[in-house]
């Protein structure tokens, strides 16, 4: 049997985000593949008071128990695959070292510019920002206060600082869910060579693959994920209180009680709050339109992808995975980020498009890149046949044929 050590730092448990869910998703489905999948995690919430912060603080830069341990369970399992998505804050990058010092392949996945950018995503104070590109980076990110404040800014810059070319130098290769992400980091100096790019996979509860086939009379859209400036909710706040279209909000983040006070003044504009993911692709279903309105580049699109999945086109930012992901007049619209009166226009050329075609096109690009067959048949081709051989090439084709 295949063996996988899979290494992963949860979030906190009451800021589950689309990271944790698709290492979870991927654990169970690579076990049902044959895979044995040995994890190794630590979580967030284990960050309590001075001595947990302090812990989270030392464990950052170098975990030596973290280091001992994945060295360990390599040597003693016979494991020669490691398959890392975070390791920010409790883990660390010294589970990279451990991992080549046992003679093992090391996969990173690649969810955020951590590794480039204090904040994560080269969005600071309302906008794009590459100044942490220069050598001056650690200057720009105290000034900036890119990472919540001045001392936590210095340390995550530190971290990033220091880290980044272990990372670069020790991982074989970086999974990159999107174009966008790998473009990014080899415009960062990152080896184009070692960076691979594989989209993740999504359910849809559309089993027919059936295509939603006109607009409703009451014309719906939908929004989802995090209240905040990053996520562009403003601008789609603006634009919904001046065309009086129906919008449901779904997600939680510092811009709730704008967003509650925007839904008492405005009968069009419904805010969900936080909702299962089985309830969201439903209200997804229900929707005519998805909106992304991301005001920074994004690694992925996961709602993107789950709406394609029911056949919803999607409004979409005119930046990053947008750009990559919508098919202007195919699946859906573009408009300029931060932009109201832009996303008003794109709303009303969506409301006069040929919506069946749309809602076709839509599935068509669900099941060529977002299916869990379509994932398994890319991450096998592009991660594991250079690594496990002609046996995975067997494991493969036997398990597309039994199972899909």
Request: net charge positive; proline share 3%.
């Given at each position: 049997?295949?063996?996988?050590?899979?290494?992963?730092?949860?979030?906190?448990?009451?800021?589950?985000?689309?990271?944790?869910?698709?290492?979870?998703?991927?654990?169970?489905?690579?076990?049902?593949?044959?895979?044995?999948?040995?994890?190794?995690?630590?979580?967030?919430?284990?960050?309590?008071?001075?001595?947990?912060?302090?812990?989270?603080?030392?464990?950052?830069?170098?975990?030596?128990?973290?280091?001992?341990?994945?060295?360990?369970?390599?040597?003693?399992?016979?494991?020669?695959?490691?398959?890392?998505?975070?390791?920010?804050?409790?883990?660390?990058?010294?589970?990279?070292?451990?991992?080549?010092?046992?003679?093992?392949?090391?996969?990173?996945?690649?969810?955020?510019?951590?590794?480039?950018?204090?904040?994560?995503?080269?969005?600071?104070?309302?906008?794009?920002?590459?100044?942490?590109?220069?050598?001056?980076?650690?200057?720009?990110?105290?000034?900036?206060?890119?990472?919540?404040?001045?001392?936590?800014?210095?340390?995550?810059e530190s971290v990033r600082f220091f880290g980044q070319d272990?990372?670069?130098?020790?991982?074989?290769?970086?999974?990159?869910?999107?174009?966008?992400?790998?473009?990014?980091?080899?415009?960062?100096?990152?080896?184009?060579?070692?960076?691979?790019?594989?989209?993740?996979?999504?359910?849809?509860?559309?089993?027919?693959?059936?295509?939603?086939?006109?607009?409703?009379?009451?014309?719906?859209?939908?929004?989802?994920?995090?209240?905040?400036?990053?996520?562009?909710?403003?601008?789609?706040?603006k634009a919904f209180k001046a065309n009086n279209y129906n919008?449901?909000?779904?997600?939680?983040?510092?811009?709730?009680?704008?967003?509650?006070?925007?839904?008492?003044?405005?009968?069009?504009?419904?805010?969900?709050?936080?909702?299962?993911?089985?309830?969201?692709?439903?209200?997804?279903?229900?929707?005519?339109?998805?909106?992304?309105?991301?005001?920074?580049?994004?690694?992925?699109?996961?709602?993107?992808?789950?709406?394609?999945?029911?056949?919803?086109?999607?409004?979409?930012?005119?930046?990053?995975?947008?750009?990559?992901?919508?098919?202007?007049?195919?699946?859906?619209?573009?408009?300029?980020?931060?932009?109201?009166?832009?996303?008003?226009?794109?709303?009303?050329?969506?409301?006069?498009?040929?919506?069946?075609?749309?809602?076709?096109?839509?599935?068509?690009?669900?099941?060529?890149?977002?299916?869990?067959?379509?994932?398994?048949?890319?991450?096998?081709?592009?991660?594991?046949?250079?690594?496990?051989?002609?046996?995975?090439?067997?494991?493969?084709?036997?398990?597309?044929?039994?199972?899909?």
């Open positions: 049997m295949n063996k996988i050590l899979l290494v992963h730092n949860f979030y906190k448990s009451s800021n589950i985000g689309g990271e944790d869910n698709i290492v979870n998703a991927q654990k169970e489905f690579l076990e049902k593949q044959g895979f044995q999948i040995i994890p190794y995690f630590a979580y967030n919430d284990e960050i309590k008071g001075k001595k947990g912060n302090l812990k989270a603080f030392l464990n950052s830069y170098f975990n030596y128990k973290a280091y001992n341990d994945i060295y360990k369970i390599l040597k003693e399992s016979n494991i020669r695959t490691i398959l890392i998505h975070n390791t920010f804050p409790l883990i660390s990058p010294s589970v990279i070292l451990a991992a080549k010092k046992a003679n093992a392949e090391v996969y990173m996945y690649l969810h955020n510019f951590r590794w480039l950018c204090c904040s994560d995503n080269f969005f600071i104070n309302g906008k794009i920002c590459h100044k942490c590109k220069g050598i001056d980076s650690f200057y720009h990110s105290l000034n900036e206060k890119c990472y919540k404040n001045a001392p936590l800014s210095l340390w995550k272990l990372v670069k130098k020790n991982v074989d290769v970086f999974i990159c869910p999107s174009n966008t992400v790998k473009e990014i980091f080899v415009n960062y100096g990152f080896d184009s060579s070692k960076l691979k790019v594989l989209p993740h996979f999504v359910e849809s509860i559309n089993t027919t693959f059936s295509p939603k086939m006109n607009i409703s009379d009451n014309p719906c859209f939908i929004i989802v994920g995090r209240l905040d400036h990053y996520k562009g909710i403003q601008t789609v706040l919008l449901k909000i779904i997600g939680d983040g510092p811009l709730r009680l704008e967003v509650e006070k925007a839904c008492e003044e405005n009968d069009n504009i419904k805010y969900l709050g936080v909702v299962s993911p089985e309830e969201t692709i439903k209200h997804i279903s229900d929707a005519d339109f998805l909106i992304q309105a991301s005001e920074c580049y994004e690694t992925f699109g996961l709602t993107i992808a789950e709406a394609y999945s029911v056949g919803a086109p999607v409004i979409g930012s005119d930046l990053g995975t947008r750009k990559e992901f919508v098919i202007e007049g195919e699946t859906g619209f573009l408009f300029n980020p931060n932009d109201p009166e832009d996303l008003s226009k794109a709303i009303e050329k969506a409301l006069n498009c040929n919506y069946l075609k749309l809602s076709e096109n839509c599935i068509k690009l669900y099941k060529m890149h977002y299916t869990k067959k379509a994932w398994y048949k890319k991450f096998s081709e592009r991660i594991l046949f250079s690594l496990l051989g002609l046996n995975c090439f067997a494991l493969f084709y036997l398990t597309t044929f039994f199972v899909f």
